[in-house]
């Protein structure tokens, strides 16, 4: 410090240089982002008119695929991610292998709970099921011959 410095201009100078400001190029670079989710959103409602020339399944495979272009967008753009620093990875990278594990350890199970061909209801829990599927009356007497040979009489 001099002795013509003021000691104010050296903790200002300090708290600058600790915060860096990032461009982020203006605001054409966000409406480019949001003219592309106008575009992704017309895309997904497409895929419910007539003009779609896929089958069903096609169409949901590529409702979530916008879905998640339109999600990256936003985070990335609107939420400021694509100027943070590598930190983002740490949080984001664990929580992808998480919910791609959940969603692959819970599908298989909630499809075993139809009556699917695989798998079909015990007479038990087709009895304290709250909604109950409909079963052909050959598997509901099969059921109830499996109990009554099961029980006690």
């Not at 708290?15 to 966000?30: A, C, L, V």
């Not at 982002?33 to 007539?50: K, Q, R």
């Amino acid at each position: 410090m001099t002795q013509f410095s003021h000691p104010h201009d050296h903790d200002q100078q300090a708290r600058h240089d600790s915060q860096e400001h990032i461009d982020h190029g203006g605001i054409g670079k966000y409406l480019i982002v949001f003219a592309a989710l106008c575009v992704l959103t017309g895309a997904s409602f497409f895929t419910y008119s007539s003009y779609w020339p896929f089958g069903k399944h096609v169409a949901w495979a590529f409702m979530v695929a916008v879905s998640c272009t339109k999600a990256m967008l936003v985070i990335m753009f609107f939420m400021h991610l694509l100027w943070e620093a590598n930190w983002k990875w740490v949080l984001t990278i664990p929580a992808t292998f998480m919910s791609i594990f959940l969603t692959l350890m819970l599908v298989p199970d909630i499809g075993w709970r139809q009556n699917n061909g695989f798998a079909r209801y015990s007479y038990e829990r087709l009895l304290y099921a709250p909604d109950p599927p409909a079963i052909e009356h050959a598997e509901a007497e099969a059921a109830e011959e499996e109990m009554s040979h099961d029980s006690p009489h």
